[in-house]
């Protein structure tokens, strides 16, 4: 199945400890930037001349503005136009920062889970094994 490829690693290959998952992780993170979260929008917003007729017609004046909440608070900065393209990337950087933080906590659950269970084995063997 084409889909399945997009799985970067494999299932059954021996489990990634937690020390490698966090080194792949601030790798990872590192080139995450610049990062931002919300949305980039054109707005329409009205400016205070009197008498304008790009504000008369209704046209008004469209500018790019970030929006979004931080926390319980909402934000809203308006964005000039050349730096579009850099927050722009910066979204995407933040869309996936929120990818990879997803994905570390399963990879983590399942290391630590194999950890927890090798632990266990060696425990049960060692109390097998008694010393003479
Ligand atoms: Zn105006």
Sequence with gaps: MPAMQRRKQPRQARQESTEELRQEFLAAVSKLWPVAGGSLSLRKSSCIRERCTACESGMGHPRYGLWGRSGTERFSLYIAEELVPELEQA??????????????????????????????????????RKKS
């Design 91 to 128: 979204l995407l950087n933040g869309q996936a920062l929120q990818q990879l933080v997803r994905e570390m906590g399963v990879r983590y659950t399942q290391a630590r889970r194999s950890e927890r269970s090798e632990q266990q084995s060696k425990r049960q063997s060692s109390s097998r």
